[in-house]
C-alpha cells in the first residue's frame, strides 16, 4: 500500500519515491506519494513526478483498488525508478482551505438549523454543498456565512488524528454525511475544529482557521421541496 504522506502532513509540498509498477505507460503507483487521490468531496492534486531532468505531469490521481494511481502525461517511468515528487501547491492550498471552510460552514448550519447535509463537492474556485432544510430563506444562509465568517478571524487550531472507531462512534455528529461512511478500518480519522466541530474525514486541511480568509455566498439553486443547493467561494 503507498503510504499517504498527505494524511500527515498536508503542508509538505515534495517527497522523494520509488516506483512500485506502471501500467499502460502512464499509470504510476509509488512507495510513498503526497498527491491527494479523489474522494471524499476533494478533488485530486496535480504537479508533477520528475526523474532525473525529466518531468512528467501529473494530470489525475485516483485510488484503485486500494492503491494510489498517478495518472502522468507521457511515457518513461518504469519499476524501481527513484523520483521526486512536487505538488501544484496553489491548487492543493485553495482546496485545504476550501476543506476547512465546508466544514466550519457545515457545522455551524446543521447545529443551528437542523439542516441535513446531504453532498459536498470542493471545486478549484467553489465549493457546493447540498442540504435539506424544511424552513429555508437567503438570509439563514447570510446569517451562518457571517458566523463563519466571524470565526475565519479567529486563532482557532485545526487538527487531525486516529481514534478506535467505536470511540470515535460515540462523538455526536461525527459523521454528517451519508457517502462519508468509513471504511472498514479499525480507526477512523477525525478533523476537529477545536470547540466546534469533530469529523471523520480523510481529506487536507490547514492548520488554523484563520488561513481560510473569508466566503462568500455564490448562488443558490433548488432541488426539490426542501433541498437547495449553494455555492460558496473563498475570497
Ligand atoms: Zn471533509
Not at 456565512?145 to 455528529?173: C, M, S
Not at 433541498?227 to 473563498?234: Q, T
Request: proline content about 3%.
Amino acid at each position: 500500500m503507498t503510504e499517504a504522506l498527505y494524511l500527515k502532513d498536508s503542508y509538505r509540498r515534495e517527497c522523494d519515491a520509488t516506483v512500485v509498477s506502471v501500467k499502460n505507460r502512464k499509470y504510476v503507483v509509488l512507495d510513498q506519494t503526497i498527491f491527494y487521490p479523489k474522494g471524499g468531496g476533494q478533488p485530486w492534486d496535480t504537479g508533477k513526478i520528475m526523474k532525473g531532468n525529466k518531468t512528467y505531469n501529473v494530470v489525475y490521481v485516483g485510488k484503485f483498488s486500494g492503491e494510489t494511481s498517478h495518472e502522468v502525461d507521457r511515457a518513461g517511468l518504469t519499476e524501481a525508478d527513484n523520483v521526486h515528487c512536487v505538488l501544484d501547491w496553489e491548487r492543493r492550498y485553495k482546496l485545504m482551505r476550501s476543506h476547512t471552510a465546508a466544514h466550519l460552514f457545515a457545522s455551524l448550519l446543521c447545529t443551528g438549523t437542523g439542516a441535513l447535509v446531504t453532498g459536498n463537492q470542493l471545486e478549484e474556485d467553489k465549493v457546493r454543498f447540498d442540504f435539506s432544510l424544511e424552513k429555508y430563506d437567503r438570509e439563514i444562509l447570510k446569517k451562518y456565512i457571517d458566523k463563519a465568517n466571524e470565526l475565519f478571524t479567529k486563532d482557532i487550531t485545526v487538527k487531525w488524528y486516529e481514534l478506535p472507531k467505536k470511540e470515535a462512534l460515540r462523538i455526536p455528529g461525527i459523521i454528517k454525511m451519508a457517502e462519508a461512511l468509513p471504511p472498514n478500518l479499525p480507526n477512523l480519522r477525525i478533523v476537529e475544529i477545536v470547540g466546534v466541530d469533530k469529523q471523520a474525514d480523510g481529506g487536507t486541511h490547514v492548520k488554523n482557521l484563520r488561513e481560510v480568509g473569508q466566503i462568500k455566498l455564490l448562488k443558490t439553486e433548488n432541488k426539490g421541496k426542501h433541498n437547495r443547493r449553494v455555492y460558496l467561494k473563498l475570497l
